[in-house]
C-alpha cells in the first residue's frame, strides 16, 4: 500500500483523524521526505519529528495566514520569504504548507532542514557538492566555506512528485473531514427529530394523564362530602389524603406539561433589556421577598442579550426563588449580575445567594426532573422541575448552566446567552 493510501485509512479508522495521520509509520514524514511536520487543526498543534519551537510555529502560522494565496506554498528558501525563519533555519529551510481552509488557519506544514545539516561529506571537504538548477551537484574545485554561503538558507529542493503527494493529501483531508461534517449533520437531524417525537409524547402523555386524575380527585370528594360524616376517623383521613395526592401529582403532571411545552415552542429571539426583564421579575416576586426579607443586590447594570423575552424572565424567576427558598440564614441576600464569557459573543449571568449551598455530588442531580435534595416540604416544598427547566431553556438559546457552591455558605447559579444575533459575530469570513 502506498504512504498516501495508508495514511488515508488510518485518517478514516480513528475517532480523531490527527492522530490517524500522526499514528505510525511509514507516515506524513516519508509522504514527501521530510525530517519534521506540524499539523495545526482548530488551534491546536502537532509536531513529529524535527520542527520549529511553538513559538517560532505561532510567528510562521501567523505569516502563512496573511499570504491567503495558493493551497500548497512550497519554498526551499523560506527564510528569503519570510526573514523570521533565519532562526530556525537549521530544521525549516524547506516548507511544503498546506493550507485546509481558507480563512481559518488550518494547515499541515512540512519541514527540510538546511542542506548544510544533511550533506554528509564523507569527511573530504575538498570534494564539496554544490546547487545547480535545484540540484546537487559536486564540485571539487570549490571550496568547503564558498560552498556553506552558497547554500546558507537552504534546504535539499522539493521534487514534483513529493509536492504532488502533499496536494494529494491535502485533498483527501479534505474529503475526509467533510464526510465527518456531514455524519455530524446528519446525526443532529436525527436526534432533533427524536428529541422533538419525545416533547410530543410527554405532552400528550402529560395531558391525558389529566383527565383521569381529575376524575379521581373529584369523585373522593364528592364521597366526603355524601358520606364525609357518617365515616369514622382513619377511613375519612385516608380519603383526605387522596384528595391531597392527586393535588400533588397534578402539579407534577403540570410540570412535566410545561417541561415539554418549553422544548417545543417556538422561542421569539429579540434584542433584550435584560435590566428590565429581571426588574418586571422582582416586582413579581417582591411579596415573597419581603416576606424572605431578602436583599436583592444588583452591583452594577446589567447587559443585554438576544434571547426570548418571557423564558428570559423564567429563568430569573427560577434562580431568585430557589435563592430566596433554600436560605437558612438570618441576613439574607441575591446578587445579580454579568461577567465576561471565556466566548466572546457570549455573557454570562449569575445569581448568587448566601443560602445553604449545594454538595459538590449533586452539582449534576439537581438539574434532572422532579429531583429535589429534601424532604417534600422542607423550604417551602417544589415539583423539582425549576432548574430542569432553566437548564432547556438556555439550552435552546445555545447557552449553558453551570453552578459553584460552597455548603453553608451559599451558591452561584452562571448561565450564558449570546449578546448579538448569530452571524453577525465572524461576519465576512
Ligand atoms: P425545586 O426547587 O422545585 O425543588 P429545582 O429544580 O428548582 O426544584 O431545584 C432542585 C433542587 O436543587 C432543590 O430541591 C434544592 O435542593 C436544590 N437547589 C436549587 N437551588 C438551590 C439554591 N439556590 N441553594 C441551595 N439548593 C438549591
Not at 373 to 389: A, E, Q
Request: proline share 5%; net charge negative; hydrophobic share 40%.
Amino acid at each position: 500500500m502506498s504512504v498516501h493510501a495508508a495514511l488515508v485509512e488510518r485518517m478514516a479508522r480513528e475517532v480523531d483523524f490527527i492522530s490517524g495521520l500522526t499514528g505510525s509509520e511509514p507516515g506524513l514524514l516519508e509522504l514527501v521526505h521530510a525530517q519534521g511536520a506540524a499539523l495545526h487543526f482548530h488551534g491546536q498543534t502537532t509536531v513529529l519529528g524535527a520542527a520549529p519551537s511553538d513559538e517560532q510555529l505561532a510567528g510562521l502560522l501567523a505569516w502563512l495566514g496573511t499570504r491567503h494565496d495558493e493551497e500548497v506554498f512550497v519554498t526551499d528558501r523560506l527564510s528569503s520569504e519570510y526573514p523570521e525563519a533565519k532562526d530556525f533555519q537549521d530544521v525549516a529551510s524547506g516548507l511544503i504548507a498546506a493550507s485546509m481552509s481558507r480563512g481559518r488557519n488550518n494547515y499541515v506544514l512540512w519541514f527540510r532542514p538546511e542542506v548544510v545539516q544533511t550533506v554528509d561529506w564523507g569527511g573530504n571537504p575538498t570534494k564539496p557538492v554544490e546547487m545547480e538548477e535545484g540540484q546537487l551537484r559536486l564540485h571539487p574545485r570549490k571550496s568547503f566555506e564558498l560552498w556553506k554561503e552558497t547554500v546558507r538558507g537552504r534546504s535539499l529542493p522539493w521534487k514534483p512528485y513529493e509536492v504532488e503527494a502533499a496536494a494529494e493529501l491535502r485533498r483527501s483531508i479534505i474529503d475526509v473531514a467533510l464526510q465527518r461534517s456531514e455524519a455530524l449533520l446528519k446525526l443532529n437531524t436525527e436526534l432533533e427529530r427524536s428529541n422533538v417525537e419525545l416533547d410530543a409524547f410527554a405532552y400528550a402523555a402529560s395531558h391525558d394523564l389529566k383527565e383521569p386524575l381529575r376524575g379521581i380527585h373529584n369523585y373522593t370528594l364528592l364521597a366526603l362530602r355524601e358520606a364525609g360524616e357518617v365515616l369514622p376517623p382513619t377511613p375519612r383521613a385516608r380519603l383526605d389524603t387522596v384528595v391531597r395526592l392527586t393535588q400533588r401529582m397534578e402539579g407534577l403532571i403540570n410540570s412535566l406539561l410545561h417541561y415539554a411545552q418549553v422544548g417545543r415552542m417556538e422561542l421569539s429571539l429579540r434584542e433584550t433589556n435584560v435590566n428590565e426583564v429581571v426588574a418586571q421579575v422582582l416586582e413579581l416576586l417582591k411579596p415573597r421577598l419581603e416576606e424572605a426579607r431578602v436583599e436583592v443586590r444588583i452591583p452594577r447594570p446589567l447587559p443585554s442579550a438576544w434571547c426570548d423575552r418571557v423564558r428570559l424572565a423564567e429563568v430569573f424567576t427560577n434562580l431568585i426563588t430557589n435563592a430566596l427558598k433554600y436560605n437558612d440564614k438570618a441576613e439574607r441576600w441575591v446578587e445579580l449580575g454579568a461577567v465576561p464569557d471565556g466566548d466572546e459573543a457570549r455573557v454570562a449571568y449569575y445569581v448568587r445567594d448566601n443560602g445553604i449551598g449545594i454538595k459538590p455530588e449533586y452539582h449534576e442531580a439537581i438539574f434532572r426532573i422532579f429531583k429535589r435534595l429534601h424532604g417534600r416540604d422542607r423550604y417551602g416544598g417544589g415539583t423539582g422541575t425549576g432548574l430542569t427547566i432553566v437548564k432547556r431553556i438556555i439550552e435552546r438559546h445555545n447557552g449553558h448552566v453551570w453552578l459553584e457552591s460552597t455548603p453553608g455558605e451559599g451558591t452561584t447559579f452562571y448561565f450564558t446567552l449570546a449578546v448579538e444575533p448569530p452571524g453577525r459575530e465572524g461576519a465576512g469570513e
